[in-house]
């Protein structure tokens, strides 16, 4: 029940969203965002360690069909509600600067959007999973389609002409693999001894779905885009959460429904994952727009823990995991910086910051810490995963962690670039009068710092939470 | 037997008294009133001075006896297990002891140095910062927790290279240092993995004896496991190729170029290999490669140092040049020598940085030797303790440079007597290249500004007496290996020796007793000083008697003078072989790559789909909101009309 509650309470809360009037509206979705959250503790605290899913709820929903409304959650689905449910709340404090038209909508969507990644997080159901999936879409090109910058509507065309052509084939291969199994259930298709020439173009059906949605290499030209001329909250929910639905996809329905296919392939797809590191980073030097080298790195970081999760390794799997919450906390930290910087000087040009550190010690501080989590300093929270998946990598394929390390040198040119165009030299005119960070600005970030020194030094509650699940997907997929 | 829980505090103690000198001077930044902030940085650092002092000492009184102290698990993932736990020894007691003792002295230097700088509580915040990652970095028992500080102190350096973080310069300077000791950092990382998928842990305690039983001698493994570890040396330690940052780094508050760029932060490559020395001994290959770059860039450096007229850049030179004595050292293998010569350089090399801080001081910011001159009149106990500093890196008896640089150039020797000719050249330059500074420092009159010359002084007591403490340990420290032929006992090598127990097991060879006769070694020292004091000569005559001054800047020189007066143009190939490739490349993905060739295949898919799609024509009306609403309908719909289902 606990798992329908957290799927269906932010619907309810946005239904009250929308009929609450004028900017009170972000006060209770937020208040409602930090309900959900403490429901999502509260599951954590009451989970059992071990492998099993918990808090089932499984009904019979188009019966005749074999399609149930089938969801729970394991460690892994639980790691992935939790990092939804604590960035959510956050990503709405983080507006509380801003003010946008129609506000009841705005804030309604985001709560439309968090149940839907509730639900792509603890389905077990392919229909119900691929609903999810979709109705996760629908809020983020309103997001991006109404309140985006000047080029939105033809950037989130591009945006839905990419999601749709992946989301067919997935379509095209869950629907396969339903008639396989004469059932929707996740647990059916997994016993599916599907041959290996089947698997094969299944895999390629289901992995260009989840590959669009990351990003990876090739499959990435909508993200810079989408990322750079959506409102931040959307870039926030994007890069924070949705592209981990691309990662969570290949770990639930993509590993251990075609082992056969990813034994086939699995090593075109970290090498696609390696070349996206090094492309996006050698990219994200030359950006001028700060959106958009924090898009192109979020491309780079994403390729890594694809790549890890490729190698079927306990290294890189829990590595990916303890990179998806690291990467989410530091990449919605750092666009929420960049937010900070556009309200008081609202230009996202490189060139035309600088100096600004000379009026703000508070918003240095935030900005350096969250930095040194992205280029993975150890002891913050980029380390442990980026350590863990290297080490993957390196187990798969020495040569291929040698590229794929690049990353701790390119990570760190394009970041501190970023921070000296933004943060050092002479101030200008505008910089000039920079004022340091509000309370609401602060109350914002600490505890985002806060997680970024707590995945950093002290990991195991996380590692612990997900161990028993990735060794029993392991079992699956390597049998 | 030690008991080893009663230490436990102490050990923890160590490292995060400085930690929380950093968090408070840190937060409290612009609160605290200054006096207090230049006493909690001490503070934390004596403190932690005295501990070490402490742990040492029973460390004595328990035999000698090394011991690991169990924090908590940090990292568990499968097999691959990661406690966050610290290693002491010999080796970790010693670095603790350099690292908490020159530091305090820098701490306390620094309240009188950094007085009227703006950032004087941001300075100590990070300085403290440093500690505990320097710490960190010699006292962790497995190499992830080395890493930890490795990176730490990179930050640490980052943040104080660019400290003046007005200045574009000082920023690129610090920027390249992050940048080309994560290229090091790299390789280290590698390493780990090698080390952790072959000999299937990351703890040094484990690793060594795993690593005794497994490799034979100069096994491939071995190789590429100490080669990736050195490349993290070479970026750390300012090696050939990785050693362009140094100099640059002087940007720095000299404090900062003292206790980072040559007391502490700089040799932390040659405590990792001093640490790993049973992966070394098993890979001769590893060990000649170390050797041959440790001695290319002690040479190549020293020709730089030459023709610097920076005071600071003169000595970030000479800091390559000696680290590159170290890793010589280690390349044949004198590991402990290595270590005795660290230990020297900090005391010298933190006294030359401090003294030239303190001209710095005196001269209003001036760094330029071409406008000093006679100082040693205006700044007596500057001169004086730059002198000793001075003896002791030319390698002149009885001071300390002379007895670890011997110790080395005696090993070359018997590994290879064109090495040590060309070490005992490289010394020769090194004697050439300080006393050119000093005489043009502090001898003949003054070349500077009227301004310049009023304003003369010496500094305060808080920057003298590190000088003077500084200067004692610099003259004595000898003692610490005073060689048997002089009538010593070489206590440090033997304090070392059980370090390198199973070294002596796998490569028995390489450990040998010296074959070398009393008179011999008389000869190979008589040599060596002969030669520094030929070049103390040369530069008396060169400086002192004919007055020479190096020419001005914008002077047509020489081709060959040329060539090393810009650094052999090394800044530049690397620019033009590294880094504008790079960013042109990031120009063409960008540009063409990214827009035509991945776009086009994009629209192209898309275009083929429009075209089959003739079918829902009727559907295509081209406005996203219909089909958005169109998905929710359906959706809403499939929901509704299961609704009974799922209730009932």
């Known amino acids: 029940m606990l798992t329908i509650f957290l799927i269906v309470f932010p619907l309810i809360a946005?239904?009250?969203?929308?009929?609450?009037?004028?900017?009170?509206?972000?006060?209770?979705?937020?208040?409602?965002?930090?309900?959900?959250?403490?429901?999502?503790?509260?599951?954590?605290?009451?989970?059992?360690?071990?492998?099993?899913?918990?808090?089932?709820?499984?009904?019979?929903?188009?019966?005749?069909?074999?399609?149930?409304?089938?969801?729970?959650?394991?460690?892994?689905?639980?790691?992935?509600?939790?990092?939804?449910?604590?960035?959510?709340?956050?990503?709405?404090?983080?507006?509380?600067?801003?003010?946008?038209?129609?506000?009841?909508?705005?804030?309604?969507?985001?709560?439309?959007?968090?149940?839907?990644?509730?639900?792509?997080?603890?389905?077990?159901?392919?229909?119900?999973?691929?609903?999810?999936?979709?109705?996760?879409?629908?809020?983020?090109?309103?997001?991006?389609?109404?309140?985006?910058?000047?080029?939105?509507?033809?950037?989130?065309?591009?945006?839905?002409?990419?999601?749709?052509?992946?989301?067919?084939?997935?379509?095209?291969?869950?629907?396969?693999?339903?008639?396989?199994?004469?059932?929707?259930?996740?647990?059916?298709?997994?016993?599916?001894?599907?041959?290996?020439?089947?698997?094969?173009?299944?895999?390629?059906?289901?992995?260009?779905?989840?590959?669009?949605?990351?990003?990876?290499?090739?499959?990435?030209?909508?993200?810079?885009?989408?990322?750079?001329?959506?409102?931040?909250?959307?870039?926030?929910?994007?890069?924070?959460?949705?592209?981990?639905?691309?990662?969570?996809?290949?770990?639930?329905?993509?590993?251990?429904?075609?082992?056969?296919?990813?034994?086939?392939?699995?090593?075109?797809?970290?090498?696609?994952?390696?070349?996206?590191?090094?492309?996006?980073?050698?990219?994200?030097?030359?950006?001028?727009?700060?959106?958009?080298?924090?898009?192109?790195?979020?491309?780079?970081?994403?390729?890594?823990?694809?790549?890890?999760?490729?190698?079927?390794?306990?290294?890189?799997?829990?590595?990916?995991?303890?990179?998806?919450?690291?990467?989410?906390?530091?990449?919605?930290?750092?666009?929420?910086?960049?937010?900070?910087?556009?309200?008081?000087?609202?230009?996202?040009?490189l060139n035309q910051l600088g100096g600004i550190t000379q009026n703000t010690p508070n918003l240095t501080v935030y900005f350096m810490v969250l930095l040194l989590g992205s280029v993975a300093l150890p002891l913050t929270s980029g380390f442990v995963g980026e350590f863990l998946l290297l080490a993957g990598v390196f187990r798969f394929n020495p040569w291929y962690a040698a590229i794929a390390g690049l990353t701790i040198i390119l990570s760190a040119v394009y970041m501190l670039r970023l921070f000296q165009g933004v943060m050092f030299g002479q101030p200008n005119e505008q910089t000039a009068l920079f004022s340091d960070l509000t309370l609401a600005e602060k109350a914002t970030l600490i505890p985002l710092v806060v997680m970024v020194f707590w995945i950093g030094m002290y990991p195991a509650p996380f590692l612990k939470l997900t161990e028993p699940s990735v060794t029993e997907l392991l079992r699956l997929v390597v049998r | 037997m030690v008991d080893l829980s009663q230490y436990t505090l102490t050990c923890a103690l160590i490292p995060f008294i400085p930690l929380i000198g950093f968090l408070i001077n840190g937060i409290g930044f612009r609160h605290i009133p200054k006096g207090l902030v230049g006493l909690t940085g001490s503070a934390a650092s004596i403190l932690s001075f005295g501990l070490s002092l402490y742990l040492f000492n029973a460390f004595l009184a328990g035999g000698n006896q090394s011991f690991t102290v169990y924090l908590f698990d940090w990292i568990t993932v499968g097999d691959l297990r990661i406690s966050f736990s610290f290693l002491i020894d010999q080796l970790s007691l010693l670095m603790l002891l350099i690292i908490t003792g020159v530091g305090s002295l820098i701490h306390i230097y620094s309240i009188g140095y950094m007085k009227h700088d703006a950032g004087y509580g941001k300075f100590f915040a990070f300085l403290n910062l440093f500690l505990f990652s320097m710490l960190l970095?010699?006292?962790?028992?497995?190499?992830?927790?080395?890493?930890?500080?490795?990176?730490?102190?990179?930050?640490?350096?980052?943040?104080?290279?660019?400290?003046?973080?007005?200045?574009?310069?000082?920023?690129?300077?610090?920027?390249?240092?992050?940048?080309?000791?994560?290229?090091?950092?790299?390789?280290?990382?590698?390493?780990?993995?090698?080390?952790?998928?072959?000999?299937?842990?990351?703890?040094?305690?484990?690793?060594?004896?795993?690593?005794?039983?497994?490799?034979?001698?100069?096994?491939?493994?071995?190789?590429?496991?100490?080669?990736?570890?050195?490349?993290?040396?070479?970026?750390?330690?300012?090696?050939?190729?990785?050693?362009?940052?140094?100099?640059?780094?002087?940007?720095?508050?000299?404090?900062?170029?003292?206790?980072?760029?040559?007391?502490?932060?700089?040799?932390?490559?040659?405590?990792?290999?001093?640490?790993?020395?049973?992966?070394?001994?098993?890979?001769?290959?590893?060990?000649?490669?170390?050797?041959?770059?440790?001695?290319?860039?002690?040479?190549?450096?020293a020709t730089i140092g030459i023709f610097q007229n920076d005071i600071k850049k003169v000595l970030a030179y000479s800091t390559v040049s000696q680290l590159g004595y170290m890793f010589l050292g280690l390349g044949v293998a004198a590991y402990s020598s290595a270590m005795f010569?660290?230990?020297?350089?900090?005391?010298?090399?933190?006294?030359?940085?401090?003294?030239?801080?303190?001209?710095?001081?005196?001269?209003?910011?001036?760094?330029?030797?071409?406008?000093?001159?006679?100082?040693?009149?205006?700044?007596?106990?500057?001169?004086?303790?730059?002198?000793?500093?001075?003896?002791?890196?030319?390698?002149?008896?009885?001071?300390?440079?002379?007895?670890?640089?011997?110790?080395?150039?005696?090993?070359?020797?018997?590994?290879?007597?064109?090495?040590?000719?060309?070490?005992?050249?490289?010394?020769?330059?090194?004697?050439?290249?300080?006393?050119?500074?000093?005489?043009?420092?502090?001898?003949?009159?003054?070349?500077?500004?009227?301004?310049?010359?009023?304003?003369?002084?010496?500094?305060?007591?808080?920057?003298?007496?590190?000088?003077?403490?500084?200067?004692?340990?610099?003259?004595?420290?000898?003692?610490?290996?005073?060689?048997?032929?002089?009538?010593?006992?070489?206590?440090?090598?033997?304090?070392?020796?059980p370090l390198f127990d199973l070294s002596r097991q796998v490569r028995p060879e390489s450990f040998t007793q010296t074959h070398l006769s009393h008179s011999q070694e008389y000869i190979l020292m008589g040599v060596s000083v002969a030669a520094a004091l030929l070049a103390l000569g040369a530069a008396a005559v060169l400086y002192v008697s004919r007055k020479a001054v190096p020419a001005p800047e914008g002077t047509r020189l020489p081709a060959l003078q040329n060539l090393i007066y810009n650094k052999y143009y090394v800044d530049e190939f690397y620019n033009n072989i590294i880094v504008k490739p790079l960013l042109a490349l990031g120009d063409f993905l960008y540009g063409v790559f990214e827009f035509l060739v991945i776009d086009l295949i994009v629209n192209g898919v898309g275009k083929a789909t429009n075209g089959l799609s003739g079918v829902f024509r009727r559907f295509q009306t081209g406005n996203i909101g219909f089909y958005i609403i169109s998905m929710v309908v359906g959706i809403i719909v499939i929901l509704l009309i299961n609704l009974r289902g799922f209730i009932l």
Request: charged residues 10%; glycine residues 8%.
């Open chain 2, 341 to 497: 010569h660290v230990i020297t350089h900090a005391f010298f090399k933190a006294l030359l940085f401090l003294g030239a801080g303190s001209v710095i001081h005196a001269m209003s910011d001036e760094q330029d030797i071409r406008r000093m001159g006679g100082l040693r009149r205006h700044l007596p106990v500057t001169f004086a303790t730059f002198l000793v500093a001075t003896i002791a890196i030319a390698g002149i008896p009885p001071f300390s440079g002379f007895f670890s640089k011997d110790e080395i150039l005696m090993h070359v020797y018997e590994h290879s007597p064109v090495m040590w000719v060309l070490a005992v050249i490289g010394s020769m330059m090194t004697s050439f290249y300080m006393f050119r500074l000093l005489f043009l420092t502090f001898a003949g009159t003054f070349r500077g500004t009227h301004e310049q010359e009023h304003h003369l002084h010496e500094s305060p007591a808080s920057m003298t007496i590190p000088l003077l403490v500084l200067a004692i340990l610099s003259a004595a420290g000898g003692v610490l290996g005073l060689p048997e032929v002089l009538g010593g006992g070489n206590w440090l090598a033997k304090f070392m020796s």
């Open chain 1, 14 to 349: 946005a239904g009250f969203a929308l009929l609450a009037k004028g900017e009170s509206v972000k006060r209770i979705a937020f208040l409602f965002a930090l309900v959900e959250f403490a429901a999502a503790l509260y599951a954590i605290f009451q989970f059992t360690p071990g492998p099993a899913p918990q808090f089932v709820a499984n009904y019979p929903w188009i019966a005749s069909l074999g399609i149930s409304f089938h969801v729970s959650m394991d460690g892994i689905s639980a790691l992935l509600v939790l990092l939804t449910t604590l960035l959510v709340p956050f990503i709405i404090l983080s507006t509380f600067g801003n003010s946008y038209k129609n506000p009841s909508a705005f804030y309604g969507l985001i709560l439309v959007m968090q149940s839907a990644l509730v639900g792509v997080f603890t389905a077990r159901d392919a229909f119900l999973f691929y609903l999810f999936w979709e109705a996760a879409l629908i809020p983020v090109y309103f997001l991006a389609g109404i309140w985006g910058g000047e080029r939105r509507i033809q950037i989130t065309f591009k945006f839905f002409v990419y999601t749709i052509f992946g989301s067919l084939f997935m379509l095209l291969g869950l629907a396969y693999l339903y008639n396989q199994a004469g059932t929707a259930d996740l647990d059916a298709i997994y016993a599916l001894n599907l041959p290996a020439a089947t698997q094969s173009w299944l895999f390629w059906a289901l992995f260009i779905a989840f590959a669009i949605k990351m990003p990876v290499f090739p499959f990435h030209t909508w993200q810079p885009d989408t990322y750079s001329e959506s409102p931040t909250p959307a870039t926030m929910l994007l890069s924070g959460i949705m592209l981990k639905m691309g990662i969570y996809g290949v770990i639930r329905w993509l590993l251990p429904v075609v082992p056969l296919g990813v034994a086939q392939w699995g090593t075109t797809a970290i090498i696609l994952s390696v070349i996206g590191i090094v492309y996006g980073s050698v990219i994200a030097i030359r950006q001028r727009n700060v959106k958009r080298v924090l898009a192109y790195s979020s491309f780079a970081h994403v390729g890594l823990m694809s790549a890890g999760v490729f190698t079927l390794s306990p290294e890189g799997l829990q590595g990916a995991m303890v990179q998806m919450l690291a990467h989410g906390v530091n990449i919605v930290g750092l666009f929420f910086i960049m937010e900070i910087i556009y309200r008081r000087v609202p230009t996202r040009e």
């Open chain 2, 137 to 301: 970095l010699v006292m962790g028992s497995n190499y992830p927790i080395m890493f930890i500080g490795w990176e730490g102190v990179g930050l640490c350096s980052y943040l104080l290279i660019g400290f003046w973080n007005k200045n574009t310069n000082y920023n690129n300077a610090a920027r390249k240092a992050f940048i080309m000791n994560r290229i090091g950092d790299l390789g280290f990382l590698l390493g780990i993995f090698l080390i952790f998928y072959t000999l299937g842990s990351v703890e040094f305690t484990e690793v060594m004896p795993k690593a005794a039983t497994v490799f034979g001698v100069d096994d491939g493994t071995v190789i590429a496991i100490t080669l990736l570890l050195f490349v993290g040396a070479m970026g750390k330690s300012a090696q050939i190729p990785l050693y362009t940052w140094l100099p640059d780094a002087m940007a720095g508050p000299t404090p900062v170029s003292a206790l980072i760029h040559a007391a502490t932060m700089v040799t932390a490559g040659i405590y990792m290999v001093i640490r790993s020395n049973v992966l070394y001994t098993l890979a001769p290959t590893t060990l000649g490669v170390v050797a041959v770059i440790g001695l290319a860039t002690a040479l190549l450096a």
